[in-house]
């Protein structure tokens, strides 16, 4: 181990008064190690151990630093810290107050982060590792007495995992099972969907917030290769820095619809909506009526005579009824779990997701669900159809 880092360690310790645990699920047990680096356990596993939060691994961000690759800076009093890979050049950056991260110079992203166990910052270890170019391997063991193990490695380990765990667990050698999220609470991830046959007609909905991210041209190649089509809601700000996706989503098949980040009134809604019609007909020749409140109809302070004002100038709102969880940290499995139970909650599923790797990732997930079931249909959010909102709250 680095003797700078276990340095920085004490200090970091010395500087935290008390651990703020918030919504975390402990997923091993102390008889066993739950963290590695390379082909050595890490020295703080029995105080600052594997965390999974939501169905995301998260570790302290100090394991990095047992990398010989890996340049570790934290300055505990003003909450920052910097994990960098000499080798790559590739870096993360954060301010953990803000939740805030600057990756390899390029994209500021909100990062989930934790202050666990005496202060230790602790981080999405999946995540981090494909940022880094650094390999993360999880090991479920079949033994309950030992529970769950994740090893990050920088290419200079010389063990598999199950060979690390074989000297605490005896059956740690056994193939792994198919999942790799540890078994949780229903407060922390849903619970499977269930495999019995649906008799129920549902009806689902994609919808897109947030265009700014560069997988948006992914995005609509994964909807095209599954023939799939969605709507995009644009704000004057997206549609000022990124026209050229507006025209993308319409060319596509897509629905350009508008919504803005707030709202004073509905006579201002009016004349926001009615200004970006103009900006959308300059960049695609075409307008659009399906507008959406900012945070939706029933959070939106709007009275119902000022959502009826708004119907009556002849826009169609459209709320979501369930928001992915695709922050970037979540697990994809998680997430795809989280979503098919919501799916099965209602006959009828407007699905609010946002244009990042995660959800390229989902799409194709969540059409072979859909697919799998004859009494299951994707449609399009059109002018013409009956809306799903929410009754605002006078």
């Not at 810290?81 to 939740?99: C, H, P, W």
């Not at 880094?132 to 309950?144: E, G, H, I, R």
Request: proline share 5%; charged share 20%.
């Amino acid at each position: 181990m680095k003797k700078s880092h276990r340095a920085l360690v004490a200090l970091s310790l010395a500087l935290s008064l008390c651990a703020g645990i918030l919504f975390s699920t402990r997923v091993t047990a102390a008889a066993a190690p739950s963290l590695f680096h390379n082909d050595e356990r890490w020295y703080r596993d029995s105080t600052a151990c594997l965390e999974a939060v939501n169905g995301v691994f998260y570790v302290p961000v100090d394991l990095f630093g047992m990398l010989e690759p890996i340049e570790l800076s934290v300055d505990s009093r003003r909450g920052e810290f910097m994990v960098y890979n000499r080798t790559t050049g590739q870096y993360i950056s954060a301010l953990f107050d803000e939740k805030i991260a600057t990756v390899n110079g390029k994209e500021e992203i909100y990062l989930n982060l934790y202050k666990l166990h005496g202060g230790y910052y602790y981080v999405p270890a999946e995540y981090f590792c494909e940022v880094l170019s650094l390999t993360f391997d999880v090991k479920v063991s079949s033994s309950t007495a030992y529970g769950v193990s994740v090893r990050i490695a920088d290419g200079s380990e010389t063990k598999t995992l199950p060979e690390l765990l074989s000297a605490y667990d005896p059956v740690a050698t056994e193939p792994p099972p198919t999942s790799f999220l540890p078994p949780v609470t229903a407060d922390t991830a849903p619970p499977p969907v269930s495999s019995n046959k649906d008799t129920l007609q549902r009806t689902y909905y994609f919808t897109f917030n947030t265009v700014s991210a560069d997988t948006y041209p992914d995005l609509l190649r994964v909807l095209r290769e599954n023939d799939a089509y969605a709507a995009f809601f644009f704000t004057a700000e997206e549609l000022s820095r990124y026209p050229e996706r507006a025209v993308s989503a319409v060319v596509g098949g897509h629905l350009a619809a508008l919504t803005c980040e707030s709202a004073k009134s509905a006579d201002d809604f009016l004349a926001q909506m009615d200004r970006l019609n103009e900006h959308l007909y300059s960049i695609t020749k075409m307008t659009t009526r399906i507008v959406q409140l900012p945070g939706g109809t029933a959070r939106s302070g709007f009275s119902e005579e000022d959502v009826k004002k708004i119907t009556d100038a002849g826009y169609v709102l459209w709320d979501w009824t369930y928001d992915v969880p695709d922050s970037v940290g979540y697990h994809i499995t998680y997430v795809e779990a989280a979503c098919k139970k919501a799916m099965l909650e209602s006959e009828i599923g407007v699905l609010r997701m946002s244009c990042n790797k995660t959800v390229t990732a989902l799409i194709p997930r969540l059409i072979r669900f859909i697919d799998s079931d004859p009494l299951y249909t994707l449609k399009q959010i059109r002018p013409s159809g009956e809306e799903i909102r929410f009754a605002a709250k006078s």
